[in-house]
């Protein structure tokens, strides 16, 4: 096949929308696939990722985020590929343009929806928006052959706006990278004899440091006797998440990626995921991976992803966070258990057999849109 990804988001930026396409890059070349990435300009965006060229089209800075603005070279630049099939991953106003030029070029497109732009207008109350949205994500994977949701919370939530055509495609996590066995690292080592210097139980957070991500709801731990927080990531609610938790004792360890990121999840006890607005849950994946029994509300993707009272906790408020992290900071033979319910439970998501199903799809979608043509031809 011929792939065209059109990404709202790529590298440097790291956040789920980029480490998936980059996976689903690094699989089609790996299956001796032909592809391309259109995405928006920022400073050290790559030529090529996966040995596939990487095109650009101008974009303006909205929340520290390149936003794709439309432009008449991604029609070109489809028209100049001829791909099989276009992969819009979070489409938005990039992704909507390309979605309507493969229409007019006759090529099946494939819409991923990945970004709960409708819960961001809820968050902020923001009630004309939040109709607005859904109206726009309507708009936009309507024109798509196929939309693919990463859970069935997503899947509803398009269901309910009306969108068709569609099917859940979860993700994929990296189970040779997090593994349990990385506890015994001398990087995880280094991670575990800082976090925990006296023997604490170490209670960590993994993400983007953003309003949506609620990482402030953390100030409920306070007070749990042997336990350490520690906190990976960046963003812009840094300022306010330190003045939350201050009266806690927190280790901040910043962005990590690759080996650190992976020791750093081997230096943990126990994760907790704090937003409510995840269309997935990518760092869920992750830890359960690395052996982790994991602390999430009970809303969007965790709930695909956490089996409540196996695997770890389900929470509907902040009184129920803080009880499941204690009784899990206060068991160690309870961690252990749902640590390893958590790795048996994510070992059929590698990359590799998540992303035949995502091939699959792109066959269907291709089917699809030349049987369509072919009846038009013949009628």
């Known amino acids: 096949m011929r792939v065209a990804v059109v990404s709202e988001s790529f590298l440097p930026t790291v956040n789920g929308v980029t480490t998936s396409v980059c996976r689903v890059l690094d699989q089609l070349a790996a299956a001796g696939h032909e592809a391309m990435v259109i995405s928006p300009a920022a400073p050290k965006v790559p030529s090529h990722y996966a ?16 936003v794709g603005l439309p432009n008449p070279q991604v029609a070109r630049m489809l028209a ?61 994977h309507d024109g798509a052959t196929l939309t693919l949701a ?3 919370s997503s899947l509803a939530d398009l269901e309910a706006a009306g969108v068709e055509r569609l099917a859940r495609w979860g993700r994929g ?3 040779e990278r997090y593994h349990p066995n990385n506890r015994v690292s001398p990087l995880a080592r280094r991670y575990r004899d800082f976090l925990s210097p006296n023997g604490e139980v170490v209670v ?69 995921h704090t937003g409510e607005e995840e269309t997935f849950g990518q760092t869920v994946q992750e830890a359960h991976a690395s052996g982790l029994p994991v602390v999430a509300p009970a809303a969007g ?12 906790y389900l ?11 204690r009784a899990l900071v206060g068991d160690g033979s309870l961690r ?14 590698s990359w590799a057999a998540i992303c035949e199903e995502l091939f699959a799809h792109y066959e269907a979608s291709i089917a699809e849109v030349r049987a369509a043509h072919r009846a038009r031809v013949s009628a």
């Open 51 to 66: 040995g596939f060229p990487v095109h650009t089209v101008p974009a303006m800075a909205y929340r520290q985020f390149p």
């Open 80 to 140: 100049d590929f001829r791909p099989d099939v276009v992969h819009a991953a979070s489409p938005f106003l990039l992704g909507a343009q390309a979605i309507a030029a493969a229409n007019r070029l006759g090529v099946a497109s494939v819409a991923v929806y990945q970004t709960d732009v409708a819960g961001y207008a809820r968050r902020n109350r923001m009630g004309l928006a939040q109709g607005a949205a859904w109206r726009l994500i309507k708009w936009v």
């Open 150 to 152: 990463p859970s069935t």
């Open 173 to 175: 996590v990296d189970l």
């Open 204 to 272: 960590g957070y993994v993400g983007r440091i953003a309003p949506e991500k609620q990482v402030e709801r953390l100030r409920c731990l306070r007070g749990i006797p042997g336990m350490r927080l520690a906190i990976v990531g960046d963003g812009p609610a840094m300022p306010s998440v330190q003045r939350s938790l201050r009266p806690l004792s927190v280790t901040y360890l910043g962005r990590l990626s690759g080996d650190e990121l992976a020791a750093a999840y081997s230096a943990l006890d126990v994760f907790v």
């Open 301 to 312: 993707g965790p709930l695909d992803l956490v089996e409540y009272g196996a695997d770890g």
């Open 315 to 325: 929470f509907r408020d902040d009184y129920e966070l803080r009880n499941q992290v």
């Open 336 to 349: 252990l258990r749902m640590g390893e319910a958590g790795r048996r439970a994510v070992l059929d998501r």
